[in-house]
């Protein structure tokens, strides 16, 4: 199984290939466009490509050959048609984003099936009284559902609510339907609220579509205007193109605005919830009473089972009848959120903002990879640079590394780079997109990307391999989140981070567990108890910690009641959940809610002020002392502090910690050793898996900073290998130590530097071979250099280099720059010497020539190369093609847009059309004035040779 791994790393399936996403403004393309662009990606390492139909931002012009393809024109089929083919011969996949731009939509949905978004009004009266009121011109929209409640402390009596939805009538105005008025209504004594719920007549449009495509957005809770999209916009595609012409089929984000709403939520409510949502609907607003949040959790999750039922899932069978996989972005979506990753073939998450650093991020990735891992999913995607840096165009393969490492130490083995814009061979401009690095042929080092793609390769092909492994799970307290909030298009994964806390997550991570998110469906549905905690999608989870939860549906609690009475470990901090779900038969489940948990934790233990967590040993010396036996709960009369406590319940403990930070770390600790236990754990992670008899760990060090980590592997007792994956070779650790639990392991990582270790019993122990210290025999300043850039006609000379933007000529260039030299080495260099060179400073990427020969490339920090064998005594030459980020030709303030006139000769005609959309989204304002000099580029500082020790 080891010599299988070590292939993995040596020469990585070609399927593991990431791709990019592929910008078509307006569906201005080409056919010459497209075939370079595609020989470029396949160049680069790509394994495929993604289309995604945007807005245009440029006018037709046939003396240009410049025309926006309108959406299902016969031109629109054929240069499909074309794509495919090519993609075909370059052994790339074609995957395609449904529609044109997002969401989901088009001129063919009708506003009865668009997606709706309720807007609660509200007047409140005093009576004895009688009161109409013509709304005619104050709403804009028709009244779903209206009440009238006498009011009490702020809060709506429940058992006064009348509906009044029908009050609420047409009003005509010679004959039309004008308006809306509501019709006279006693108001009784007292003080008293009419609600009603306007569903808005303005619906959400697709977001800047491309020609022909514009129209609203489904409703995406119906299964009948799904269909429609489905039928229209996408079924013509998939018959033109061929089955399985597509790859996957793919769903951005979930960014319906104000989808709070739909044409069949009452009906569907009374059917599944078993009660009419309409007397009850001033809950999803305002204050009825202690059954408030039931109502709201009842809403909330009959719109997440439409969601689920009438969207995701029809998505992912559709694209299976037609010969393509389902790739799901769910994030933004209000529903179960893991159950609505876990409909696609390929869950996808997100990397949003400045995100090259180590961190768990929840709300776009975490969620995504633990659907995978509970609901069986061998691959899990990322949208990988999304607005990485700020200002853009500043961001290098350095910085792109660490960016992916970050989403390879959250679990994810797939990579979609966001993202590569369509331009023709000789545009006269560049087309970047607004909210993305600008990865594509025409960035100037673009030439050294294809280093990073082969490493995106090697470690996503090496994280499908076997089983991902994680002992600890995060419920999710989904039912809290809905129960909480008001009527809204809910950001389910936002809001639950915000309910877990960021940083509470991220320091379970970096106190070395591995952690995967659990829902009540994989609980229930998909868990099956073993000794010790509970298996799920091939993991074993042996603890399991519930966050400031306090509702559990009742079949939850029963299942975690048994997954401690197994073995398991349940720990709750700040809270411990005694409430049900739901508004019918409330009590009943409140009171089987309560029993499951109580057996627990005990009886009418609530927290009430915190205290320092205590160990468990304290807390069984104090229980003692006070004649309490030790993991019995002390009686809330002797002490008003919340103590942390421990009780044993059949083979497993359940815990109570008073805080979700140092005590909830604590209580692991005591609980359970790391996984791995890291010493550098802010700017190193890790991500553990198994396959056969061996288990290996992805390591990498996200900083710019060289680490000397040391990595305690619990349970690891057989020899092991360490191994780089961005070379494939093998790296001896500093050092090691067996102990009674588990291997130390001291590892040298070099800045930004990933490393591999297998630990296997076909390694033999004895043999692991250790490193030796690093002993240069002699070091050299490399002087008088010669600058150049030829495509300018511009040469200086310098003592040792410096940066090109220093020379008043080349502020704002971006490009190519060569610094050249001559040097003499007097002795003969061995066959086994290494000599090296080393860069002081390189902005940002490096081709090395040593005498004719490319003797390698520099596209990350340590700025060392083995040039050794491309050495000879005597007179040498050396040539660094060194090249800079696209941003200090951008910041030129004579490049400027110019405005379109007013009326253009051909489509769109409107010339403030299209000057409409570059200013919003191609504008380089925002960079020129967050940046107001030119960035550094080229080398800067001493460039030394270095001859090593040959025993080295």
Known sequence: MLHELLEVIRHPEEEAKGYTRWWWYGCAVTREGIATQLEAMSASGFGGVEIQILYPIRPDNPEKGIRNIPFFSPEFFDILSFTQLECEKRGLRLDLTLGSSWPFGGPFVPSELAMQCAIPYQIDLHGPCEYECDLTTRIVGEVSVAVMGRMQDCVMLPETVTDITDRFVV??????????????????????????????????????????????????????????????????????????????????????????????????????????????????????????????????????????????????AWSKRNGAQARIQAHGTWADILKAYATADIPEGETFGDQNVLGCNTIHRRLAVSAGHLYGKKIISNETFTWLCKPRFTETPEILKAAVDAVFLDGMNMIVNHGFPYSEPDAEERLPFYASCHLCNDTPWWPHYRHLARYIQTVSALLRRGRHVSEIGIFL???????????????????????????????????????????????????????????????????????????????????????????????????????????????????????????????????????????????????????????????????????????????????FVPDRRASLISALQDTLRPDVTLSCPDTVGYVHREEGDTHFYFLSNISPKECRNTAFFRDRHTGF?????????????????????????????????????????????????????????????????????????????????????????????????????????????????????????????????????????????????????????????????????????????????????????????????????????????????????PQRSGLSGSVRLCVMNPSM
């Open 171 to 316: 009003k005509h105005l010679f004959g039309w339907p004008w308006g809306t008025r509501m019709e006279p209504l006693h108001i009784p004594e007292g003080n008293w609220k009419i609600v009603f719920f306007v569903i808005h007549r303005y619906r959400q449009m697709v977001g800047k579509p491309a020609p022909n495509a514009e129209g609203y957005v489904i409703d995406h809770c119906r299964s009948d205007a799904v269909s429609c999209f489905f039928e229209n916009m996408v079924q013509p595609i998939s018959n033109h193109l061929g089955y399985g012409a597509i790859n996957s089929f793919f769903c951005d984000s979930i960014e319906c605005d104000g989808h709070n709403w739909s044409g069949i939520l009452l009906d569907e409510f009374q059917k599944r919830r078993g009660y009419d949502l309409r007397p009850h609907a001033y809950a999803l607003w305002g204050d009825l009473g202690d059954i408030s949040p039931d109502v709201r959790h009842d809403y909330f999750l009959t719109m997440s089972e439409l969601t689920i039922e009438n969207f995701f899932e029809p998505f992912t």
């Open 477 to 655: 307290p989904q039912a809290d989140i809905w129960s909480d909030n008001l009527l809204s298009d809910l950001h389910m994964a936002m809001k639950l981070e915000e309910h877990i806390g960021r940083d509470v997550a991220d320091a379970i991570a970096k106190a070395g567990y591995w952690f995967d998110y659990l829902n009540d469906d994989a609980l229930v549905r998909l868990g099956s108890l073993c000794e010790g905690g509970i298996r799920i999608g091939g993991n074993e989870y042996r603890v399991i910690l519930l966050i400031g939860c306090t509702r559990l549906d009742e079949k939850t609690a029963e299942c975690l009641h048994a997954f401690v009475e197994a073995g398991g470990v349940l720990i709750a901090a700040e809270q411990i959940p005694l409430q049900g779900c739901g508004l019918m038969d409330r009590k009943q489940k409140d009171e089987r809610v309560r029993s499951c948990i109580e057996e627990l934790f005990g009886s009418k233990r609530q927290p009430g002020s915190v205290r320092p967590y205590l160990t468990y040993e304290q807390c069984s010396e104090e229980s003692d002392q006070n004649g309490i036996r030790s993991g019995q709960i002390a009686p809330e009369s002797q002490s008003t502090d919340v103590r942390a406590f421990k009780r044993h319940v059949g083979k497993g403990d359940a815990i």
């Open 721 to 933: 290998r360490v191994f780089s994956p961005e070379t494939g070779e093998e790296i001896h650790a500093h050092s090691f130590e067996e102990a009674s639990d588990g291997m130390r392991v001291v590892l040298d990582h070099p800045p930004y530097g990933a490393l591999v270790v297998f630990f296997s019993p076909e390694v033999d122990l004895a043999r692991v071979r250790m490193n030796g210290a690093v002993e240069y025999i002699s070091e050299t300043d490399l002087v008088n250099w010669t600058f150049s850039v030829p495509s300018l006609g511009f040469t200086a000379s310098m003592p040792e280099p410096t940066s090109w933007e220093e020379q008043p000529a080349l502020h704002y260039y971006s490009g190519e720059g060569r610094y050249a030299c001559t040097f003499t080495l007097d002795a003969e260099i061995l066959p086994d010497q290494q000599v090296r060179l080393v860069l002081t400073s390189l902005f940002c990427s490096a081709e090395v020539w040593v005498n004719g020969f490319h003797a390698g490339d520099l596209w990350k920090s340590p700025y060392h190369l083995d040039i050794g064998r491309h050495l000879h005594q005597g007179s040498n030459n050396l040539l660094l093609v060194v090249t800079n980020p696209l941003i200090n030709e951008l910041l030129n303030p004579g490049l400027r847009d110019t405005p379109l006139p007013i009326v253009l000769p051909y489509w769109p005609y409107f010339g403030n059309v299209i000057n409409n959309i570059r200013q919003e989204r191609l504008s380089y304002e925002a960079e020129r004035a967050a940046i107001l000099t």
